[in-house]
């Protein structure tokens, strides 16, 4: 089993960044895949990003693609996920997943950290 906990959130200005952090603990960080998801009141998680065990593969939402990227430190337990250009829409409580298994469905993922609130202002 793993434990992931999220940080970096805040609230941010239109066009501005922020780069988000999930830190791992527990079995070994790099046999896992690992995901960032997204969730605002009312709606269903939403996948953002993922990346496979060694960083060689990654994938992105529509929304999000050209304007975020995920990436990970093996050696540092941890998944990045950098925001740039934020856009109001992009507010939500970010989600840290990870799985034995490559997927691009949020529901697939077992292991979730408790989320870190993002707020883009107009």
């Known amino acids: 089993q793993v434990q992931l906990v999220e940080s970096g959130g805040g609230l941010v200005q239109a066009g501005g960044s922020l780069r988000l952090s999930c830190a791992a603990s527990?079995?070994?960080?790099?046999?896992?895949?690992m995901a960032w998801s997204r969730q605002v009141p009312g709606k269903e998680r939403e996948f953002v990003a993922t990346?496979?065990?060694?960083?060689?593969?990654?994938s992105y939402a529509d929304s999000v693609k050209g304007r975020f990227t995920i990436s990970r430190d093996n050696a540092k337990n941890t998944v990045f996920l950098q925001m740039n250009s934020l856009k109001p829409e992009d507010t939500a409580v970010y989600y840290c997943a990870a799985s034995s298994f490559y997927s691009d469905y949020v529901k697939n993922y077992p292991y979730w950290g408790q989320g870190t609130q993002v707020t883009v202002s107009s």
């Open positions: 527990g079995r070994t960080f790099s046999s896992y895949v």
């Open positions: 990346i496979t065990q060694s960083g060689a593969r990654t």
